[in-house]
């Protein structure tokens, strides 16, 4: 037609689109830290070597439901709360890293180090599991009772149960594996020296960022030497096939901080400047130079 009408008006008005409201997330505050008890009186306790009980998923059942189970969890997380904000070099002037048992644990873990050198791998070609590991995992085990009066344990009986821990920390001999299932018996056996009295409550940053760090570099020279498989590890379900605690324990360093964040970790420069003062990005630090993929 010679005059079509004009129908832009007839048109609906393009108006950009307004992105929704990110609907307000209600905050989710971390559960408090159970409290952790006082050392119990041990004047009619009874020590006896621990041996494997849980087997099944009712006995699992059972054990997160007892008290011993509250227990772990509360000195786990006491441990994490009591370095929160906190660097290595802080805790390391302090009067708890002058700690005689600081020292003496220190020096069981320098020990466990040289018996280390002491059984140099066997070049097999094998991948994994270096036989040799058996032969440190049986110095490790004559060493108990030294190690054991070295702290002031002298009962008999008390050394045999704290050494199922401690022996237990550093692997197992017939899978030639470390995992954290074996970090956990490391904890759990600092946690028997604490119920015995014979690690204060004052010095658990120093035992969290002193003692626990060493613990994992001799850990890291022992995997290293004898290709430990790693015990139970799906491959896709943690940034490091043997350790858990170390994350735990750095995240709690790292909350608030002003300038580290979570995509920090993939800066280098901050990894290799804040490694020293921060658990998890030495940990980071370690995971990137032992894993290619």
């Known amino acids: 037609p010679k005059n079509p009408p004009d129908l832009s008006q007839q048109l609906p008005k393009l108006t950009p ?13 971390p559960p408090s830290t159970p409290a952790l008890p006082g050392p119990p009186s041990l004047e009619n306790h009874a020590f006896f070597t621990p041996s494997r009980r849980i087997l099944s998923e009712r006995d699992h059942k059972t054990f997160l ?23 290595v070099s802080d805790v390391k002037k302090s009067n708890a890293a002058e700690d005689p048992t600081i020292l003496a644990l220190l020096a069981v873990l320098k020990d466990a ?48 149960e704290l050494s199922s821990y401690l022996s237990n920390a550093f692997g197992n001999a017939s899978r030639i594996d470390y995992g954290s299932g074996h970090e956990l018996n490391f904890i759990l056996w600092l ?20 003692v626990f760090p060493r613990y994992l570099a001799v850990m890291r020279d022992v995997q ?41 970790i993939h800066n280098q420069m901050i990894i290799e400047e804040c490694a020293k003062d921060y658990l998890y990005l030495d940990q980071i630090q370690w995971v990137n130079a032992t894993k290619t993929v």
């Open 17 to 29: 689109r307004r992105r929704p409201q990110a609907e307000q997330q209600p905050s989710n505050p």
């Open 65 to 87: 439901e007892s008290d011993t189970y509250n227990l772990i969890v509360s000195f786990v997380f006491t441990l994490s709360d009591c370095v929160r904000q906190k660097t």
């Open 113 to 160: 180090d040289e018996l280390l050198k002491q059984c140099p791998p066997l070049d097999t070609g094998s991948r994994f599991g270096n036989p040799v590991f058996r032969t440190f995992l049986s110095e490790i085990e004559k060493k108990q009772e030294s190690w054991h009066k070295t702290l002031g344990v002298e009962d008999a009986a008390a050394t045999s």
């Open 191 to 210: 946690l028997c020296l604490r119920q015995l009295g014979l690690v204060k409550d004052s010095v658990f940053p120093a035992l969290t960022l002193i």
């Open 224 to 264: 290293s030497t004898y290709y430990l498989e790693p015990a139970g590890s799906h491959g896709v379900w943690g940034l490091d096939d043997y350790q858990f605690l170390p994350f735990l324990f750095g995240a709690s360093q790292l909350v608030d901080h002003k300038h580290i964040r979570p995509l920090s």
